[in-house]
């Protein structure tokens, strides 16, 4: 009765609406929006480049570094580097994360492991692995074992923590339920604790495969004859700067498509999230 | 088979969680378990069904489970424990694939486990697909795959809405009605334990003793007829004083924790 009386004391009254207040924070990414953004950078310095408001020394057109490209890829020399760099990459990286998983999965399960393997990462993995190059040249070699072992160190350590922060990740619920029905201990390794930890695991390969690249231009700076780093290095001390940026496009392309296939295994291996 | 709590205690560091506890659940008894927050119930189901070591005392089986059963002592989980990646049938198949039976005996206890709890038409779902209430029939339909002798349920409706619950409450009485399975039933729910146990085990406030043992006299079917209601519910009335000062102790206790 009250609500009718209030409702009949304000009905002769203007109304206005409920202002809406629950905009934004939801940001939803367009699907060509990056690329046309790309696609105006480019042509706008590709339009600065030709007009002469650049020096071409100091940055090349967009034209300059795909004739570069293209040139580099006609006389066989795109291959001669580009297949360097991933040798070192592939072996690295596989290395590094076979070890990598095989620690962090001890570590998460294992207390020994865990006490013993946390104070040695904690105390290495700061150290910027591309310092022990010449330690691991000492030790190794000049031929490809140092190059290959600095990868691999790098990708071994992130690997470790994204695998054994990733194994602390699994509900207990799970592992719990299955020793309830006596499950062995494999199977639940295989079964709860593998793919519960799995999405963490492909994480850590996202930033191990820019940490491999990292290493990798890194490592063939200080002393290859081939591979992208060398021949990046090269184009800049002879001031070659349409090669330099064609050797850098080549990089970005090789990280956007190693992110394309952790994309895709993502998709693959983690549908049910 | 039966299964005895047997003096049991338990401390977690320097708090007391369960003293002296000591019940029997008979072949094909259901018994539940209440008692104000706090007080140990989901601890004891856990000391109960081995995963976790009590302080002092041990839960212990009395004669053989039933030759078909694939493990005796089989848990419900209160937030159903489904692996997400796996889908319905994978997740009633999960317990059964380190055990010696062949594919074709695996399907065939996944089939009669999905059918009884009417999720036939939902073998290849993922648990993010489904409701609550269907969660938890995975959770049960896993469970009777493997033909425990006695279920642990820990509070196995707390997650779900009232309706839901109401229509998992119904299967669980249809599930044990023959007798051929006993139940350990943790609740704070009064009805749920009124309407579906032989016994209730009422335990006091931290640590958790025996209050006291109230034995439900109807059976389990009689107890759906209308007549049976206001008997139910003094039953319910008469636990509910038993606890409820230490509910409200407990209560508070939380809330300054």
Known sequence: ?273 | MDLIASHITHRFGDLAVLDDVSFTVSAGEVVAIVGPSGCGKSTLLSILGGLLQPTSGAPELRGAPPADSLNPLTFVFQDFALLPWATVEENVEFPLLHTQLSAAQRRALVEDALRRTGLADFRQTYPKQLSGGMRQRVGISRALAVKPAILLMDEPLSALDSQTRELLLEDFIRLLADGGMGAVYVTHNLEEAARLADRIVVLSRRPGRIREVVTVPMTRAARGEAAAREKLLALQNQIWSLIRNEAIDAEREVQHA
């Open chain 1, 1 to 273: 009765m009250l609500d009718r009386a209030a409702t009949d004391t304000a009905k002769n009254e203007a109304t206005r609406p409920v202002r809406f207040r629950g905009a934004g924070f939801e940001p939803a990414s367009s699907r060509y929006g990056g690329w046309i953004a790309l696609a105006l950078v480019i042509a706008i310095w590709q339009a600065a480049g030709s007009a002469g408001l650049v020096n071409a020394l100091f940055l090349p057109t967009p034209s300059a570094i795909v004739r570069a490209i293209y040139q580099l890829a006609v006389s066989g020399a795109l291959w001669q580097h580009v297949s360097a760099s991933l040798l070192r990459i592939g072996v690295g990286w596989l290395l590094g994360t076979a070890a990598g998983i095989a620690v962090g999965f001890a570590i998460g399960l294992s207390r020994l492991a865990r006490s013993v393997g946390i104070t040695f990462i904690s105390a290495l993995f700061p150290i910027p692995k591309i310092a022990l190059l010449p330690l691991l040249i000492l030790w190794l070699g000049i031929g490809e074992e140092p190059k290959i072992a600095t990868i691999a160190l790098g990708v071994f350590f992130s690997t470790a923590i994204s695998v054994y922060s990733g194994v602390d990740a699994v509900p207990r619920n799970l592992i719990r339920m299955a020793q309830s029905f006596n499950v062995p201990f494999a199977t639940i390794v295989r079964k709860v604790i593998w793919p519960g930890a799995l999405p963490a695991i492909l994480a850590g390969f996202r930033i191990t495969a820019s940490v491999a690249l990292l290493l990798v231009v890194s490592a063939e700076m200080i002393g290859a004859q081939y591979g992208i780093g060398a021949f990046v290095l090269q184009a800049g001390n002879l001031m070659q700067t349409d090669q330099l940026l064609a050797g850098v496009v080549i990089l970005s392309v090789f990280g956007l498509a190693v992110g394309k296939v952790i994309g895709w295994l993502e998709m693959r291996l983690l549908h049910w999230r």
